[in-house]
């Protein structure tokens, strides 16, 4: 028996038929359980055979499919979690940062208070502009959790949006399977998972700061200064983001 493996999007192997796909294992810990974390792990395997008993070619497989299908899959698995992903102990501290600088134009934090360090009067270190962010969203939509996960979910799709556009633009640079991959290395990844459905800041500057190189490597491409401006003012916004 001859065994062929999916490797960096490229099919190992000339011919054969399919004759085995063996998935798993897919690990969702709900809410009740207790466990914070969700940890994904998925390996799939293609094994072919020269014998003749099945009627699925080698030849006919698309590559390309795969990924889709995989990254429907972790799309699917990101959604589903979204329902289930217990609260952060930071949520609670940003929400109310966010809280006092809607209502009283600074921030403080009374969850902190007795602490010594004075932040339930006044509080300077803070991640400036997600604060700001979450500020707006009281002012304008008022107080829920999921609204003010929404930034996480949206810059999270924003950055695979992204992601595929550059790669795109590289054109011959790269496979024609290099942005679906780059994709689901970004879905299947734990940790990305994690902040890309809490209302924490990270996601939000690894956009941000994606977007910096996006434009860096534009102007470097083009040898245009407005893409270099671009590039240093996302940077700055990035830092700003998360500055604390």
């Known amino acids: 028996m001859q065994r062929y493996e999916i490797f960096g999007g490229g099919l190992v192997g000339n011919s054969g038929i399919l004759t085995g796909v063996r998935c798993w294992a897919i690990q969702l810990y709900p809410r009740k359980t207790g466990r914070r974390r969700i940890t994904i792990n998925l390996f799939l395997i293609l094994t072919f055979t020269e014998t003749r008993g099945l009627m699925i070619d080698v030849n006919k497989i698309s590559v390309r499919k795969i990924l889709v299908f995989m990254l429907l899959a972790f799309l699917g698995i990101y959604i589903y979690s979204l329902f289930f992903a217990s609260v952060n102990a ?57 609204l003010f996960r929404a930034v996480s979910y949206i810059f999270f799709v924003l950055t695979g949006f992204l992601i595929h556009k550059y790669i795109k633009n590289q054109g011959s640079s790269f496979g024609r399977n290099a942005a679906l991959f780059c994709i689901l290395i970004l879905l299947a990844n734990n940790t990305l998972l994690e902040f890309g459905m809490i209302f924490r800041p990270e996601t939000m500057v690894m956009t941000l700061g994606f977007l910096s190189f996006y434009f860096l490597s534009r102007g470097i491409d083009e040898n245009r200064y407005a893409f270099f401006y671009l590039a240093a003012i996302f940077a700055g916004i990035s830092a700003f983001t998360h500055l604390n």
Request: net charge neutral; charged share 20%.
């Open 90 to 146: 930071d949520e609670s501290s940003l929400a109310e940062q966010s809280y006092w600088l809607n209502k009283v134009g600074y921030v403080k934090s009374t969850l902190l208070d007795g602490m010594g360090i004075g932040w339930e009067i006044r509080q300077y270190h803070h991640h400036k502009l997600f604060v700001l962010t979450g500020s707006l969203i009281y002012k304008f939509l008022g107080s829920s959790l999921y």
